[in-house]
């Protein structure tokens, strides 16, 4: 197929993977929907061009200076890995950054997609109060051994220790023998955060 002829191989090579690159890695610090292929393929692009204009310089430097090939190979090959590779996945850190800064936050859609994600991904620890949907209440501690899964899976918590709920529906006290609760999100009608001591 016309497709895999070695230039063209290239040329999807070097236009597309520092973009793939990228998408993952954002992916991976800030969870978002799927794409359709069609268009994660032109945002690839898009990230690889940008990767390109921001080191376009040095890589013209790279080209047009023959003397580092000889000089020392590696270096030139530790450089377009370097291009590649890394800088797009730091390009991608960059921009998450970017955006929850004061001002992205005022005047563009936050990059955390919901509230879950957002509260949870700071890792602070709280006591919590869970409200199921039969009006029923679970108490535990979410520290550092709890867990929460993130978009695009649904939301479970998993507190480590648990609580007895008192009448007046606060914090009794920790239930003996407890490795903990999990609490899955169709039960979850609210759950409210008190400060950890």
Request: net charge negative.
């Amino acid at each position: 197929m016309e497709i895999f002829e070695s230039s063209k191989l290239v040329l999807f090579i070097i236009f597309a993977i520092p973009g793939f690159i990228s998408i993952k890695t954002y992916s991976l610090l800030c969870p978002n929907h799927e794409k359709d292929s069609t268009k994660l393929i032109i945002d690839a692009i898009t990230y690889s061009c940008l990767n390109y204009a921001l080191l376009g310089p040095f890589i013209y430097m790279m080209i047009f200076s023959k003397k580092w090939d000889f000089i020392c190979p590696f270096f030139t090959i530790s450089f377009y890995s370097f291009v590649m590779l890394v800088f797009p996945a730091f390009l991608a850190w960059g921009w998450l950054k970017l955006r929850n800064m004061e001002f992205f936050k005022k005047n563009a859609p936050h990059p955390t997609p919901r509230a879950w994600d957002y509260i949870f991904s700071q890792r602070k620890e709280y006591f919590v109060l869970v409200t199921l949907s039969d009006g029923k209440k679970l108490a535990g501690e979410y520290s550092e051994k709890s867990f929460t899964s993130s978009f695009p899976e649904d939301p479970q918590i998993y507190l480590e220790k648990a609580w007895e709920v008192s009448a007046e529906g606060g914090f009794e006290r920790i239930r003996e023998q407890s490795e903990g609760i999990l609490i899955l999100s169709k039960d979850i009608q609210s759950i409210e955060f008190f400060q950890h001591p």
